[in-house]
């Protein structure tokens, strides 16, 4: 029990602090949502991205086992939420939504900083992260898509969209210059560095401002219960097993099944309101996963220190 709460006030404190503090500042001033929001998609996220995959390396057997346990995971949570959706008896457009919060999962402003508290000496543990936030992007233009307007939108203008993302040419690049050992200039190395630092306090001073906008007093229902129970608990025990099923271990295992604990992902809202689906439901399941998580990540992150050391 004092592990758990050392856990919950060095990891998941922090991060609520934050959240509390990014509330408090849009309250009082009114930002521009949108505009920080761009700021970490063009700016901020793509550096802590280049950095971590430039720093770290991946054994090619590694990443192959990374992307087995994704594509199982989350073709896992995808039949899933399905299925929940029809026992619910959920309309077309309530089940879009519904099942785009226990697939699409927050990874990126949430997910990114948890596992730079957690894996500060394990370059690794970040880097399967910011794998698992181009897959979840992947995911997010793809299957989210076409959940919600899968008769409004061409194939090619998704693949469009996907590959216009700042966050996949990082990659590409820092893992080019990666793989030949390409050094970079301090020119560029040091203000690189600046902004990646910056990351995890502007990715979540922004997320607690855009929760912060969300009306709380009508997002007691069962769907958005269920959704949350799917997202938070369900879909960590269904990690578990694929992880005993394909033998992982050490910090690939860990980090794996601590990302599959993080709430829902702020995209399900901002894909509903952009194109009017149920786009209240999407925003307050979010708010509601993100606080709920703080203490189902705190519990996670402890079972994942006893089963992988």
């Not at 006030?9 to 521009?32: D, H, M, S, T, Y």
């Not at 793809?142 to 061409?154: E, M, R, V």
């Not at 020119?187 to 306090?201: K, N």
């Not at 295992?253 to 952009?274: C, D, G, K, M």
Request: with cysteine; net charge neutral.
């Amino acid at each position: 029990m004092v592990y758990l709460s050392m856990i919950f006030f060095k990891i998941v404190a922090p991060i609520l602090v934050l959240l509390i503090i990014g509330a408090i500042l849009q309250r009082k001033f009114q930002f521009n949502l949108k505009a920080l929001s761009h700021l970490i998609t063009y700016c901020f996220m793509p550096a802590a991205v280049f950095i971590n995959i430039y720093e770290t390396s991946i054994e090619m057997s590694v990443l192959g086992q990374i992307t087995i346990f994704i594509i199982l995971f989350i073709g896992s949570q995808m039949l899933l939420s399905q299925l929940l959706a029809k026992l619910l008896k959920l309309d077309k457009k309530e089940s879009a939504v519904f099942k785009n919060s226990v697939v699409l999962i927050n990874s990126g402003n949430y997910g990114i900083p948890v596992a730079q508290m957690i894996f500060a000496t394990q370059p690794i543990g970040v880097a399967i992260q910011v794998i698992l936030v181009i897959f979840q992007n992947m995911t997010t233009y793809t299957y989210g898509l076409y959940n919600l307007i899968s008769s409004t939108k061409s194939g090619l203008a998704i693949v469009r969209d996907f590959l216009k993302m700042p966050i996949v040419h990082a990659l590409i690049l820092g893992a080019a210059l990666n793989y030949f050992s390409v050094p970079i200039p301090e020119t560029f190395s040091i203000p690189l560095e600046h902004i990646a630092d910056g990351f995890v306090a502007v990715a979540l001073i922004t997320l607690g401002a855009q929760l912060s906008t969300i009306e709380m007093r009508t997002m007691f229902n069962k769907t958005i219960f269920v959704s949350c129970f799917t997202r938070l608990v369900i879909g960590p025990a269904v990690a578990l097993l694929i992880i005993f099923a394909l033998g992982l271990d050490g910090v690939v295992a860990q980090s794996l099944f601590i990302a599959s604990a993080f709430p829902t992902s702020r995209n399900s809202s901002s894909l509903a309101l952009e194109y009017d689906i149920e786009s209240a439901t999407a925003a307050q399941t979010v708010l509601f996963s993100t606080i709920i998580s703080c203490l189902t990540v705190t519990v996670v992150i402890y079972i994942s220190t006893i089963l992988f050391v």
